[in-house]
């Protein structure tokens, strides 16, 4: 192809002073190596070296030659090469199994690892009477010295003692082994994801690699004729056509020097419980809401209009819902499509998304005429693995014990009042659903209907009995009893919102729905007869809640030196996120126990006069003494901002001089400064007790 001038370039301080041909030959792409040998100089090459024998892996593009040593240089130490043959090979003896050919070391070996290098910028230049042929190459290989022979040695080793029996009996003499069971096992269904991960990891790419056989092949030297007709497929023909190059001259121009794009870092992928809210509210409603209900599986409609921006249209988000989830109990539930979408299967069991929809459907039609359900009931009907059944129960219900397992919300009065249409709505699509499902899992609609009207309502729960009888498990995690579910390690889901802050600990603001539909403060029941072991029998808090929670809010406040109730409220959500699921914080923390807490390990409330238009009523808590020098100083300070809202440092340090007199000398700047960033942040010229100021103030 000839490259015609540019006007653009073909000015005064660029001119164009010679036009060449240039020609795309792709007879030897397939079979182009470079081999770069990085520990020898460019002076000492290996074009007079016949090899010995030369092995390739074509599939791995690897490379091994076997050069000879010579042994009669007086620069070869032959007692040396005597070691190293007998390491290897042992006494020598003339054999095939051999490495070496003599009883010295008499050849050496040469090796490329797999070929990693992208090839695709490079290629081979031929210029020859004003053309320019080029062949793109096929791999580079960089070849090194290699030691694995002496890897023979143990290798041999091994096998000698495996032959030799032990205490010198004879192989007739040995018992025969006894024989053993073989137990079988299936490998369960791997997800695409995994499977990436396993073809990405060392270890399979090594065994990949051992796999392929090594091909031998015949060396030509340079000056051979062989070698010389090879090196003729380096030019291209005449009257080959190169359509690489039938492009205009900037086309050609971009694809020989592409502009440079910068690489964005891709961000970790969150887990599946945890959505950005800042990735969030860039999506159209539609997604924001399908995001939320594939995370949280079941949410209440109060629930979600608290997680989506604030002024969001309750009807754009009912018209959403019903797109994405279905109505139970007042609440909505993610649609069993959207969990397992078509031709996908099971993880556990590798069951279809077809009988994996028509089980959760059943179960979700269940809870519609029932709060409780039994898990060998449902079994029953759906006929899935022990595995699938216990994932999709655990999707919308929670254990309870002596009752199976319950839905996960109480009945939502306030929604289906207000919407009343889009309930009656919901009830016509369950009632047609039903008919499909009694046909699919061949089912008598009239005596599933009788049974649920033998439960009771889920608007009117049946009053909890007093388990009488514990449940016994076997080994394997099933119940002997076949009444109910009596697990009570099932943890309550929440929602997790990650939203990045500049928070000190370096953590994330998690905001945390619990089941009740409100923030609270803890994963269990605020009142004294469901806490657990919250509550002594004399109606007060027991001593490992007390001494948990202790320790909790002295590290938090001798840390921060400052706390608001807010924060500290925050501060403890964070902790119950970290906490394991049974953890004794998590049955029940009011905000008069936190107050509590803060005064018994040594806090202080402060009365502070909050600044007039922040709008902000809540207690603060700080610390006043701390057993080092700068106590005196604190007191002063805590002292100021219980008559103001704000304090000025040369009034700080005048009032520390009139309190302690010639011992506020003592202190200097960096102590000032110390303590003001440790309590305080600065606005201007006056200092705030930190928590207390906004940008409105």
Known sequence: MRLPPSSKMADEDDPVTHEIDVYLSKSLAE???????LVRPSHLNYDEVKPLNVKVKPNQKEIQLELPVNTRTPNYAYSKGEQMALIVDGEYKPTDENFFNSNVMDKTVLASGPCTASTERYAVGVYKEGELHLTPLNAISQIRPSFSYMDRADSKQKILNTKQPEGGESSQEEEEEEAKPVRLKFARHETVEAKARRMASYDYLKKKRDEEQWINVKYHSIHDDKALSERNLLFAAKNHEVTEFNISTWEYLEKLMPPVTEKHKEKPALPNNILSLSQLRTMPLQEQVKALLINAKVIQFRQLLALLPRGTDPTAVIRCLQQVAVLVQGCWVVKSEILYPKDTTSPHSGV?????????????????????VTRKEIS????????????????????????????IFEYDKEFCSRYSEIVQRQKVLWEAKFQTLCKQLKINPKEVEKKCKEQPSPEKPKKPRTPTKSRKRT????????HSDVETDNPDKVIHIKEESDDDDGGCEIVEVNHEGSHSMSNGPSSREGSGGMYNSNGNASKELLHELHLFVRDKLYSRYVLTLSELKRLFHLKLTQCQSGHILGTGVSDIMLEQAVIDVGGVKVNNLWPPSSNIDEPVFTVVKNGDYLDPMREVLIDLFRASCRVRSNVFKKKLEETIGDNATNYTDNDYKKLLRDYCVTKGCSWYLKGTYTEDS
Not at 31 to 37: E, I, R, T, V
Not at 380 to 407: C, N, T, Y
């Open 475 to 482: 080994l394997s995690g099933r119940s002997i009893s076949d």
């Open 380 to 407: 029953f009907v759906i006929k899935l693995p022990a595995e699938d059944v216990k994932d999709i129960l655990e999707q919308m219900s929670r254990v309870r014990a002596s009752h199976g397992w319950e839905f």
């Open 352 to 372: 279809s998304a077809e009988h994996l929809c028509r089980g959760r459907d059943y179960l979700m039609w269940r809870f519609l005429h029932s709060s409780h």
């Open 31 to 37: 079979n182009l190596y470079l081999l770069q040998y």
